[in-house]
């Protein structure tokens, strides 16, 4: 069964440093990853995806990831955090099946503080 | 462009009550998808439909949980008799095609008294 982990449950950076959330995966075929943002009482918002192609993916809000076959991971980073970053970032992928994407499995989620 | 719109965004309920959650998805939208956020957990997938449909339920619990698309009208949630276990959030998201993103909805939170 597929499987995400989000090995750091709490993060705290400073505002103006770089940031960098660790996400892996467990999957037999090329999985579909995707990450997204929780702002508290706020619903999920899309920051990137990887389907294919290039590794290095962009996102929005100057986000980045990079997909790394060899280690099972795809891990977010932000060269230069802001302090409306601070929210909940979950890592997922796509259904084994790969009948829908919509079909998910989520890590436990990292939250993100930001200290001014 | 309306997002996926949920409804009501807080409902309680008694223990043995019904709670109904709504979901209309993004216009041109025929995918539906329901996940359950526990508190201090990731989202787990519940179920899968399409208009009228159900295609996947492999993550909906065996009792008291149903969902139903129907041709007309919002994607429903549907549990019987709640138990205070049941208290979470329950997000609705929704996908134009199979091999395309889900968009999210705010969610429901259900508190189970």
């Known amino acids: 069964a597929q499987s995400v982990t989000q090995p750091d449950i709490h993060i705290t950076v400073s505002e103006g440093a770089s940031l960098e959330l660790r996400c892996n995966y467990s999957?037999?075929?090329?999985?579909?990853l995707f990450w997204y943002v929780q702002s508290p009482g706020q619903g999920l918002q899309l920051l990137l995806k990887y389907f294919s192609g290039d590794t290095l993916v962009q996102g929005i809000k100057g986000f980045e990831a990079e997909f790394k076959r060899s280690q099972s991971s795809f891990n977010l980073r932000k060269p230069s955090v802001h302090w409306s970053d601070a929210a909940e970032y979950f890592c997922?992928?796509?259904?084994?099946?790969?009948?829908?994407?919509?079909?998910?499995?989520f890590g436990q989620g990292t939250i993100l503080t930001v200290h001014p | 462009n309306a997002g996926v719109m949920q409804n009501p965004r807080h409902l309680v309920r008694r223990r043995g009550q019904e709670a109904r959650l709504r979901c209309s998805p993004m216009?041109?939208?025929?995918?539906v998808y329901w996940y359950r956020q526990l508190p201090e957990e990731g989202l787990k997938f519940m179920v899968y439909l399409q208009k009228e449909n159900i295609i996947d339920e492999s993550g909906m619990p065996k009792e008291r949980f149903s969902a139903e698309f129907p041709k007309e009208g919002p994607s429903i949630l549907r549990i019987q008799q709640v138990v205070r276990g049941d208290s979470a959030a329950y997000f609705c998201?929704?996908?134009?095609?199979?091999?395309?993103?889900?968009?999210f909805g705010q969610g429901t939170r259900l508190t189970v008294v």
């Open positions: 999957y037999g075929a090329t999985p579909y």
């Open positions: 216009k041109g939208h025929s995918h």
């Open positions: 998201a929704s996908s134009p095609e199979t091999n395309t993103e889900a968009f």
């Open positions: 997922a992928v796509g259904d084994a099946g790969g009948t829908s994407y919509g079909k998910l499995t």
